[in-house]
């Protein structure tokens, strides 16, 4: 909560610390939600910062440990993944991520629709 609450006041600094705290007390416990849930916010928290590196990397890496219940989440990293790609000149990378996004099957959130649409603009 204390990420959060730091992301919304623009403290995105302070809630990395926080995230990145939560991945570490995660990693190796056996709470593959926690540790990708943690992961997510990191990205997210590394994506506000301009670090594109860092967040695709997190994006990436929260993505690969979620589950098919994880779906929203997922579609989300996979999307801001594509982002990162794009801004850093890796169009073929972001390609890749709107592709896997594409293979996600089911019902997507609210922002999903949009989302898509806004993918067609990347290229």
């Known amino acids: 909560l204390k990420g959060e609450s730091f992301s919304r006041l623009g403290r995105h600094e302070e809630s990395l610390d926080m995230y990145q705290k939560a991945v570490a007390q995660s990693s190796g416990s056996g709470a593959v939600q926690m540790l ?10 590394e994506y506000a910062l301009g670090r594109c590196v860092e967040a695709s990397a997190g994006y990436r890496e929260a993505a690969a440990l979620m589950t098919e219940d ?29 592709e896997e996004l594409g293979n996600l099957k089911g019902d997507f959130p609210r922002w999903g629709a949009s989302v898509f649409k806004e993918t067609e603009k990347l290229f």
Request: contains cysteine; proline residues 0%; hydrophobic residues 40%.
């Open 36 to 45: 990708s849930h943690a992961r997510l916010r990191a990205a997210d928290e």
């Open 70 to 98: 994880e779906k929203d989440d997922r579609a989300w990293a996979l999307y801001r993944a594509a982002l990162c790609a794009k801004r850093l000149g890796r169009v073929e990378e972001a390609k890749g991520e709107i």
